[in-house]
């Protein structure tokens, strides 16, 4: 089977991507919209939070065949690397991965015509957009359930002070 996807958009951040790997909390940035698909935006104004569907163009062939990780971004949260379990990939946001594409949850901050700028975003400069999608209280899971390697991480981080949203 063959899949054939057409962007619908650009990443711009003004931001190297060391830079946007080094944030915790995201960046701000803008999604373009290319015009051709500009009326799918009509309605998205009252949104707070979009679903941005993204193709990783950065990720090399050689990373595509990653299976097993260790998390880097527990390591920017300060654990030590020795503590951080390897798992795998479909068990991470890993951008190494078979089919290297990202869901990410971004504030929309303003709309301008086909120019969405938004926080939070933990993506680079020139990432190819495949979809926007609204982020509404019927996607909102609360009472998840965690694995045991997780929640063990999850206890780490709470004593080195960060919160559950923080990881």
């Not at 503590?83 to 890993?94: L, M, N, Q, Y």
């Not at 359930?145 to 709470?158: A, G, S």
Request: a neutral charge.
């Amino acid at each position: 089977m063959t899949l054939q996807l057409k962007p619908i958009g650009v990443v711009h951040v003004n931001l190297s991507d060391e830079e946007v790997k080094a944030s915790l909390k995201g960046v701000e940035g803008i999604l373009e919209v290319y015009e051709e698909y500009v009326e799918g935006l009509h309605g998205i104004e009252g949104f707070s939070h979009l679903i941005v569907i993204t193709l990783l163009h950065k990720v090399s062939e050689t990373q595509r065949k990653t299976l097993k990780v260790k998390p880097k971004r527990l390591k920017l949260l300060g654990l030590n690397e020795k503590d951080i379990p390897e798992v795998g990939v479909f068990c991470t946001d890993s951008p190494h991965r078979p089919n290297p594409l990202a869901l990410t949850i971004v504030e929309l901050v303003e709309v301008n015509g086909r120019f969405l700028k938004v926080r939070s975003l933990d993506l680079f400069d020139g990432t190819p957009i495949l979809d926007i999608k609204p982020y509404t209280p019927s996607r909102v899971v609360e009472n998840i359930k965690l694995p045991d390697w997780y929640q063990k991480i999850m206890e780490k981080l709470r004593e080195k002070g960060f919160d559950a949203k923080d990881f």
